[in-house]
């Protein structure tokens, strides 16, 4: 096995704390009686319900339309009845419209769940047709709607895919499990994303901590010479995307921009399998693997999870909580989410549950910088953290924008290796948000 290990400049080692789940088969979880469907589950716009309270529904049956390009429509994972369609608490921030569905527990699927055809028999136009209304979305966590990465604006032309099998956030085991109990799905979604854009090159980038993985994946692409499996050194920010186009490419996508305009696309391991089931059997995004762990669960796993069941009844299979719970968080440590209440559903970009203990997710309290540059080295952009922190703190968001603070990926790295424990990444997070705000308001004010 010949295998390149790459990597990027800056970034930081985080303790990966997967020990829990890393060696655990993913089990299938059990099937709630009610299921819960927001509306909003991707970046863009809403969905819009097309069913109705009262309404029988199948599994795998539309039952959101996207609404715009940017959109992603939404299905059942279960068979029953529609029994509310209300504004419910999301694990985004929040509450959105959802679909609430009591299931018969029968998983009777909707007639039109058929087997897409043969690979080789399918144009590009048709595969991003199934892509878009099995309504798949990124599942690494960001949920961008994937049948919109693969239509490049004008004049970008994309000759190179990229899938992310890194999974750097610590606890996360999710993606790695996917890697060795299902190869073939991350090759075959992979070659269906090449086709979709007359792609002949395709990279997955995995990080070395997990040998087992590169070894599956460079098994299952052996009789694809068009894909390359590359391993990456350890070290987070790895999977963000700037960065893993760098290690697999040499490419640097510039201030501002996509990847397009380095002509790559970018997608997680995790939907190039979904794309997979999609074609194969027909079946739309209605599930996906979660880890669930942390001090503060009794017994961690890998769950396959039905989209809309509740943290609460994921938790319960396994084990409950313990005594000392001190941070819920929809997804891993340095990007999640952190929640205050259990009863928001799994959605397509849950790809964890972490549960820390009260010691664990203790803060400790912000002192005086003590200007070591510590985030300066470790900031895989090239920012300056403590300048755009600062800018931030004083309001002076003008400042902070001109030092590129929208190219923040807010992997966390400089708040999590700062001796004075400085909220960095928290503070240059409202700065971005207030510039945004500012942006939107001059665009609306010129469209008057
Ligand atoms: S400034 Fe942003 S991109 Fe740079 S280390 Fe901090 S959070 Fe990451
Ligand atoms: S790492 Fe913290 S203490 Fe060091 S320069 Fe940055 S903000 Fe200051």
Redo the contacts with the bound molecule.
Sequence with gaps: MNIRTLTFKGGTHPPHSKKATEKLLVEKANSPRVIVIPMQQHIGAPCEPIVKVGDEVKLGQKIGEAKGFVSSPVHSSVSGKVVAIEARLYSGGGKVTCIVIESDMEDTLYEGIVPKGRLEQLSADHIKTIIKEAGIVGMGGAAFPTHVKLSPPPGKKVDTIVLNGAECEPYLTSDHRLMLEHPEKVVFGLQALMKSMGVSKGYIGIENNKPDAIEALFNAAKAAPEIEVVGLRTKYPQGAEKQLIYACTKRQVPSGGLPADVGVVVNNVGTAAVIADAIRTGMPLVERIVTITGKGVKTPKNLLVKIGTSFRDVIEQCGGLTDSIGKIISGGPMMGIAQFSLDVPVVKGTSGILILSEAEARLPEPS?????????DVCPINLM??NL?AYALQDKFEQAESHHALDCIECGS?SF??????P?VDSIRVAKREIMAKRRKSQLAQNK
Excluded: E, Q, T
């Design positions: 005086n910088c003590i200007r070591c540059g510590k985030c300066v953290p403590i922190s400089c290796v700062c001796p004075a424990k400085r960095l």
